[in-house]
């Protein structure tokens, strides 16, 4: 996974620093974020009611209007029924363009729900993508013992 990242930031960017133009180049890096933000949602809740009382959930909670139900959206993310029995698995190839667009509708919410829902999605993205592309370009990472601090530059 990180040398597929690392080759694809070596042949879109190699040493020239990232811009707007490369984003297209980086769907690779695309997947890596949004499969982080399936397992570690930045925001890990949000809160929905029914718009008629009497609504009836999964044929066995009845809910009204005036009921706030909050939604646990690591536990959505790592539904077995969309994710599989590997949900916990991080895994940037759920994220194909294909494999996207298989998903049910409302499986992947790190940006929350309805008109409350983040105004700065696609600029998030892009900033995001072009950071780890900068960060992948410039130093090596390791998965490294968290009690200690090592760094190394790639240039
Ligand atoms: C990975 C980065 C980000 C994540 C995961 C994220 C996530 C979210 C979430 C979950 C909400 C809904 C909060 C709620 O339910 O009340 C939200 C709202 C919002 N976000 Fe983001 N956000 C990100 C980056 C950004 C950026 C870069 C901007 C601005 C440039 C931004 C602007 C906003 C605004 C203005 C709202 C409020 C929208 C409204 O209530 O009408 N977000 N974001």
Redesign the pocket.
Known sequence: MLATARSEVDRVLGDEAPRFEHLSGLGYLDQVLKES?RLW???PA?GVSPRADGTVLGGRYEVNRDDELLVVVPGLHRDPAVWGADAETFDPDRFTFERAEALPPNAWK????G???????G???Q??TLFLAMLLQRFDITAADPTTSSRSSRR
Do not use: D, K, V, W
């Open positions: 933000l949602p930045t925001a949000f790190p940006f929350g729900n008109q409350r829902s983040c105004i700065g999605r600029f998030a993205l900033e995001a």
